[in-house]
């Protein structure tokens, strides 16, 4: 098995690299592919360093597998190339997500729907996959009408830069801003660029996204907020039922879906929080309670390592899905 990840020296891609390691994903040959002006440096793999390659270079070498986190416009020119050559392409970025042809894949959720035809396999944003790993229990269980999420956003999100900016305006140091604001000390109501109608790109694609991996027409409006954490998006979430629901049955729906810990203990002062899901690959719900204000609706809370299962974890689980079920 040749594995090449584009966008191997960026925050996700040496994260997709450790998470490689850390499952002992099967590598016959390891391909890091990363932009021109890091062609020829060194990256590290299970102990052995590799040269980077260019995507051509790397398409040269027929690799079964690879994983992009390079950024929609590398993924738009380079996965259909990737796909032509026979390797299967799992993309991190934006490019594919709505495309009818490409399945939006959470592996716990709908990998059943993955065959040996599909060459380019969407990732989902990493706030949409913690999100449907808790409504997708509920939904099959009551029925979703309506979603109403905020979500608060570590600036890993934005990548290397919006960690820099955080911690050089916390050192005082001079920073290069992407946020339109200071973040330390600060919360931004804006995740992304504003579209038209004044709903950020984050907003959009948790709505969009949700909507088709759970192959439902759920109402959902979203606020994405970036808070100055490093690691570890959250969310809180207000969910409006068909059909009305017991609180046991709730928690015990979610403690037995694979990929989530309910952490959820009021008294105790126990709940998810960005640091408890640091470095962890399942998805914490807490803060779990009925909505007093009407019917059939439930208040709770989700956290989950943007950079885990919001992006490395989720796309190497996928190649095990593959690898277990389908080809590779």
């Not at 009818?100 to 706030?127: F, H, M, Q, W, Y």
């Not at 050089?168 to 140091?173: C, L, P, T, Y």
């Amino acid at each position: 098995m040749k594995v090449a990840i584009v966008g191997a020296t960026g925050l996700v891609g040496r994260k997709i690299i450790h998470v490689l390691e850390e499952r002992n994903f099967p590598v016959d040959g390891f391909i890091p592919v990363s932009s021109p002006q890091s062609v020829g440096k060194q990256v590290a793999f299970r102990g052995k360093d590799y040269k980077i390659v260019s995507p051509g270079q790397a398409i040269d070498q027929k690799p079964g597998l690879a994983i992009f986190s390079a950024g929609a416009a590398t993924s738009l020119e380079w996965a259909p190339k990737f796909a032509e050559a026979g390797t299967t392409v799992i993309d991190n970025s934006s490019a594919w997500r709505m495309d009818d042809d490409v399945p939006l894949i959470v592996p716990e959720i709908n990998g059943d729907v993955l065959t040996k035809d599909n060459r380019i396999i969407a990732n989902p944003n990493c706030s949409t996959i913690q999100l449907v790993m808790v409504l997708t229990p509920l939904h099959r269980k009551y029925g979703i009408k309506r979603v109403v999420v905020s979500t608060y956003q570590a600036v890993s999100g934005s990548g290397a830069k919006g960690i820099n900016q955080l911690m050089n305006e916390r050192e005082g140091k001079p920073v290069a801003k992407i946020y339109p604001h200071q973040i330390d000390l600060n919360v931004i109501p804006q995740a992304g660029e504003f579209s038209d109608d004044d709903y950020t790109t984050e907003e959009i694609k948790l709505v969009n996204e949700t909507r088709k991996i759970l192959n439902a027409d759920i109402k959902l409006t979203a606020t994405a907020v970036r808070v100055p954490v490093t690691v570890g998006h959250s969310e809180a979430v207000n969910i409006e039922f068909k059909n009305d629901f017991e609180f046991y049955d709730v928690r015990r729906l979610l403690g037995v879906m694979p990929g989530i810990v309910v952490f959820d203990m009021p008294e105790g002062n126990i709940y998810p929080t960005p640091l408890l899901a640091e470095e962890k690959n399942e998805v914490f719900v807490g803060r779990i309670r009925r909505d007093l204000s009407q019917p059939r609706t439930l208040n709770l809370w989700i956290v989950s390592d943007n950079l885990r299962k919001g992006a490395a974890t989720n796309a190497v689980q996928i190649a095990e899905y593959l690898l277990r079920g389908v080809k590779l």
